[in-house]
């Protein structure tokens, strides 16, 4: 029997290669978009397997009715994909207003409007697996993408605390953090706040990076897809998966320097316990957070 999956920001970049591979295979795919005619050329391939609807992430009623009318055209949905998401380049001080609160609208309000609206009829199912397209910028902080990335680690916050509430109930959650890919989200997708020359040596790297019209960026979107599909079918799959060499050789070198600021510091850290604490990691609590069983 072919999967349902709800997908967001299905007519560009990783959310179209995701949605095409699927309708290849015959699954049955809920595509929004903004623009769902950006669809239709598959609708008309594809007519019985793909259900385009039109949807701003940022609207929470609009989400949930977009959910309703995906659960009443197929009977249910197994995999909800948060795909859709973009990006503003600039100094933190130099963003405007409302190119804070449309990244936090859109890469953060979306998801978890998307996550609420599907997880009581995957709870009811006791089954389903949910995708959240965060970035390699959900892991670090880089100059320029200062309130884009403050959406992906939030996102990821609350994935990961999401992801132990609903894992005893039979629902999967795999956080995708893919790092460049040759879609157009460092592209057309890319726009810019007002340049501050004091940031030249930092934000201006950035800049100057997604400006250049001969970047190549070394993730393949159609091979991301395939390693999407191919994790909602393993039995075991990860809460966080890396996608791109870039994104890995980074976060490597990262975390080894988290870890051994982590272990300079640890006697720091351990030092402001109170005389009778107790090891908190024992406790219920303790094991649940750190997911000990």
């Known amino acids: 029997m072919a999967n349902v999956w709800f997908i967001t920001g299905s007519s560009r970049g990783l959310g179209r290669s995701l949605t095409a591979a699927l309708l290849e295979k015959g699954e049955l795919v809920a595509a929004t978009a903004r623009r769902p005619e950006q669809l239709d050329d598959l609708v008309a391939q594809y007519p019985d397997q793909i259900y385009p609807i039109k949807l701003d992430v940022s609207d929470e009623a609009a989400v949930n009715n977009a959910v309703k009318d995906a659960v009443a055209r197929f009977g249910k949905i197994d995999v909800a994909?948060?795909?859709?998401?973009?990006?503003?380049?600039?100094?933190?001080e130099a963003y405007t207003h409302e190119q804070i609160s449309s990244q936090i609208n859109t890469n953060l309000y979306g998801p978890i409007y998307v996550t609420r609206a599907v997880l009581p009829y995957m709870r009811k199912q006791r089954s389903g697996h949910i995708l959240q397209i965060s970035s390699l910028g959900g892991r670090?902080?880089?100059?320029?993408?200062?309130?884009y990335q403050a959406t992906k680690f939030a996102?990821?916050?609350f994935s990961e605390a999401v992801s132990k509430e609903i894992a005893p109930l039979g629902i999967k959650l795999t956080i995708i953090e893919p790092g460049g890919f040759r879609t157009n989200w460092a592209?057309?997708?890319?726009?810019?706040?007002k340049d501050i020359p004091d940031y030249e040596q930092t934000v201006g790297v950035r800049v100057k990076r997604f400006q250049d019209p001969t970047q190549q960026m070394t993730g393949d979107p159609d091979k991301a897809a395939q390693v999407m599909i191919d994790v909602v079918a393993h039995p075991e799959p990860?809460?966080?998966?890396?996608?791109?060499?870039?994104?890995a050789g980074i976060i490597k070198q990262v975390e080894a320097g988290r870890q051994a600021e982590f272990e300079k510091w640890l006697p720091v850290s351990l030092s402001t316990d109170h005389e009778d604490a107790e090891n908190f990691l024992e406790s219920d609590l303790g094991r649940l957070i750190v997911g000990n069983k």
């Open 81 to 92: 994909v948060n795909n859709a998401g973009f990006g503003i380049t600039g100094a933190a």
């Open 155 to 157: 996102l990821v916050g």
């Open 238 to 247: 990860p809460l966080h998966l890396i996608l791109g060499s870039d994104a």
């Open 187 to 193: 592209g057309d997708s890319m726009s810019f706040a």
């Open 140 to 147: 670090i902080g880089t100059p320029g993408l200062s309130i």
